[in-house]
């Protein structure tokens, strides 16, 4: 492994910032048997996942990049339990939520999502919260063609950040997207926006905005959740959990428990750290939400507020975020369901009814009862 390092020392050691890390030299060392490998730390772990990135992400881009083209919802479905692709109910196009607490850098994913993978170069299709955006853009759900493709088969929606105080809101918030689908321009709106709308009353609402309704819903099917690990990892240090026990919440919260996988664990800004503390940031993230610290876990860095074309110097970022992309439509297609038939329908129809005559004599019986215990204190 330490000859490959060598190779790849010339051209792209500049960006693999992982390679200044005080154990770099030990992960190095390590032969690659499996035996090895259960064996060694999650520091270790870590730095030999940032190495696979690393090796793979040269040639392995243009590959990625030419799958994700070609997909078309269901494509990475595969046969399970007799049931034929006709049958399963698979939607037209894949939709990817990201959601994430305010700063968390969703905005900027997607900007990077269009250099690397639409190259758009220089153009920002979204406008950051630390950008020019005013508060009453941010209120609206945006759907994103990434691949800048009339033929896309998956889309990918950046929403609106939650509030780390106001976390049964945020769950509340979630799980409407999870169980009743989003669209494009959906109003977001939270308590306390009264103040932010009637702050913008002369602002005139674009057409765009007033016939929202009119957008295609979409079924999630999909959730990436991006963390700002720069500022967890400062909140860790001043020992407060707040952040990072409200992100562990939000991951595990209960919508979410409908598919068999994780979210894909997005970590941003991690840039502003030092190498030493970016590799901790991550470890202490994945090791209080119960997950592994190198599988379904992604360290991209965000773009700046005008965007840039990442894939043309730092191959490992934009490999990355192709991978996660492409993780995240086999997790979708292995989840699909297969089509409601009569049968399935009528039993809904008979489960509904049979609930509320159970509520009905619910309500009967608590009614009575309290009728009779009026009568047995008037005699």
């Known amino acids: 492994m330490k000859d490959q390092l060598e190779e790849n020392d010339t051209g792209s050691a500049v960006h693999c910032w ?3 890390a005080a154990k770099f030299d030990e992960c190095a060392k390590i032969k690659p048997e499996i035996a090895n490998l259960s064996n060694i730390s999650p520091t270790l772990r870590v730095l030999r996942e940032l190495e696979r990135l690393a090796l793979v992400a040269p040639e392995g881009l243009e590959e990625l990049r030419h799958k994700l083209f070609a997909y078309r919802s269901g494509d990475f479905w595969l046969p399970t339990g007799g049931v034929k692709k006709e049958d ?28 690397v993978l639409g190259r758009s170069g220089l153009i920002p299709f979204t406008q950051t ?22 033929r896309n088969g998956f889309c990918v929606f950046d929403t609106r950040g939650f509030d780390y ?29 009264n103040m932010l709308l009637s702050k913008d009353e002369e602002i005139e609402i674009p057409l765009s905005r007033s016939l929202a309704s009119k957008y295609a819903k979409r079924r999630v099917n999909c959730v990436m959740m991006v963390a700002n690990v720069a500022e967890i990892h400062k909140a860790l240090r001043a020992n407060d959990m707040n952040l990072l026990e409200a992100l562990n919440q939000l991951f595990h919260s209960p919508t979410l428990r409908n598919c068999n996988d994780n979210p894909i664990l997005i970590l941003t800004h991690g840039d502003k750290l030092s190498t030493d503390d970016r590799i901790d940031g991550r470890l202490k993230i994945c090791e209080h939400l119960g997950i592994s610290e190198t599988t379904g876990v992604y360290d991209i860095m965000c773009l700046t507020d005008y965007g840039f074309a990442t894939d043309e110097f730092d191959p490992v970022t934009a490999y990355a975020l192709t991978e996660a992309v492409y993780r995240g439509l086999l997790m979708s297609d292995r ?33 009575l009862s309290k009728l009779g215990r009026r009568d047995k204190l008037k005699l």
């Open 165 to 193: 105080e106001r976390l049964a809101e945020s769950n509340e918030e979630l799980s409407k997207w999870m169980n009743r689908g989003v669209h494009h321009n959906q109003l977001c709106l939270r308590s306390g926006d």
């Open 18 to 20: 992982w390679r200044s």
């Open 88 to 115: 399963m109910d698979i939607p037209p196009v894949i939709t990817v939520l990201l959601v994430g607490f305010h700063n968390a850098g969703k905005s900027s994913l997607v900007n990077l999502m269009y250099s």
């Open 335 to 367: 989840g699909h369901l297969p089509k409601k038939d009569l049968l399935d329908r009528a039993l809904l129809v008979l489960s509904w009814f049979m609930c509320s005559v159970g509520a009905f004599f619910a309500f009967l019986a608590r009614t």
């Open 129 to 150: 919260s630390s950008g020019t955006a005013s508060g009453y853009k941010a209120l609206y759900m945006e759907e994103h063609n990434v691949l800048r493709s009339m």
